[in-house]
């Protein structure tokens, strides 16, 4: 039953005590039917709203998935500029080397020294060939 239905019943009911002869709870029952028919108006109202939204969302749902083509094809594009940057980024990578004066860790970067080139521990001071 729904509350329309359920109200038009409350109406009857009223109505079949026949409480008219009571002026006052008269006034009241249809003060009180008249209150409930406006919410059901209103519930109406929104639920006519909440369709048009359902349908916006829809509709909105068919534009997101029907350009996700484009967004991933966006993104490989991005990982793809990404890995340049990582390729670069490797150029000037960083390798962990030994001192073999005083055994601490550092690092170093590779290119940036010739191959019989001493490197310099920032630890000790102490110039060592890789
Ligand atoms: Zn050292």
Known sequence: ???????????????GQN???NAGMSKFHEALLGTLDSIVDELD????DQDDLREYVEDLEDEVLSSDGDASGDLSELSGCH???AEGEDEEEYEPVTCPACEKDFFYQPDAY???EELICPHCGEPFKQ
């Open 1 to 15: 039953m729904s509350a329309r239905e359920k109200i038009a019943y409350l109406r009857g009911l009223i109505e």
């Open 19 to 21: 409480l008219a002869e």
């Open 45 to 48: 109202d929104i639920a006519a």
């Open 83 to 85: 890995e340049c940057a």
């Open 114 to 116: 010739d191959d019989d």
